[in-house]
């Protein structure tokens, strides 16, 4: 059997970060346009649920970021000129130009861009949502400014959410257009050690 593509932690906090994502992303628009369809059935309930959805992201980003530079796997998410000299080819196979796949490392081009700035994005998300959500105490004396009033945070607030509408969809389809074999073994929570029932170390 081959070797684990992804550690345990990994696929943990992998996990809690998708849910934790969906749940923001729902919360969030029930909150903009207060709407059953986002599942939501009050507005106190979609505010309850976005607060610790948050917390629960930011945990997971410190969690995986601590994990990243304990085990030095930072170093395989770290991009090259020689990859941004590669989008273009990952590209053509994205989009059907190319049948064949491009060969790469454990993760292409499009995904350490991706997985690049997603940190930097959520930090920022971060603190637009604290100060949309507590503005009395953590707006700063530069949003008195006209261009930077709180109407421009939250409308920066809901475009940055359309960029993780956005990324997380794009994530999904490169996902399934490797196949399902990523997917499957992102799913597995087996132990190390062990490959399947009655087997022997």
């Given at each position: 059997?081959?070797?684990?593509?992804?550690?345990?932690?990994?696929?943990?906090?992998?996990?809690?970060?998708?849910?934790?994502?969906?749940?923001?992303?729902?919360?969030?628009?029930?909150?903009?346009?207060?709407?059953?369809?986002?599942?939501?059935?009050t507005?106190?309930?979609?505010?309850?649920?976005?607060?610790?959805?948050?917390?629960?992201?930011?945990?997971?980003?410190?969690?995986?970021?601590?994990?990243?530079?304990?085990?030095?796997?930072w170093?395989e998410?770290?991009?090259t000129?020689?990859?941004?000299?590669?989008?273009?080819?990952?590209?053509?196979?994205y989009?059907f130009?190319?049948r064949?796949?491009p060969?790469?490392?454990?993760?292409?081009?499009?995904?350490?861009?991706?997985?690049?700035?997603?940190?930097?994005?959520?930090?920022?998300?971060?603190?637009?949502?604290?100060i949309?959500?507590d503005?009395?105490?953590?707006?700063?004396l530069?949003?008195?400014?006209?261009?930077l009033?709180?109407?421009?945070?939250?409308?920066v607030?809901?475009?940055?959410?359309?960029?993780f509408?956005?990324t997380?969809?794009?994530?999904?389809y490169?996902?399934?257009?490797?196949?399902?074999?990523?997917?499957k073994?992102?799913?597995?929570?087996?132990?190390p050690g062990?490959?399947?029932?009655?087997?022997?170390?």
């Amino acid at each position: 059997m081959t070797a684990e593509r992804h550690p345990l932690w990994a696929k943990v906090l992998h996990w809690l970060h998708l849910v934790a994502m969906l749940i923001l992303i729902f919360s969030g628009f029930f909150i903009t346009y207060a709407h059953r369809a986002f599942l939501f059935p009050t507005m106190r309930a979609a505010r309850q649920w976005h607060f610790y959805a948050m917390w629960i992201l930011l945990w997971t980003l410190v969690a995986r970021l601590y994990f990243l530079y304990a085990t030095g796997t930072w170093r395989e998410f770290h991009l090259t000129r020689n990859d941004l000299r590669d989008l273009p080819k990952l590209g053509r196979y994205y989009l059907f130009l190319d049948r064949t796949p491009p060969r790469f490392g454990k993760y292409n081009p499009g995904q350490k861009v991706l997985y690049s700035l997603w940190p930097w994005t959520l930090a920022f998300q971060a603190l637009t949502g604290f100060i949309l959500y507590d503005p009395n105490r953590l707006q700063p004396l530069w949003l008195h400014w006209w261009l930077l009033n709180l109407n421009t945070v939250r409308a920066v607030h809901f475009l940055t959410a359309w960029f993780f509408v956005a990324t997380t969809a794009a994530h999904l389809y490169f996902v399934l257009i490797e196949g399902l074999d990523h997917l499957k073994q992102m799913a597995s929570f087996r132990l190390p050690g062990r490959t399947g029932p009655g087997s022997r170390p």
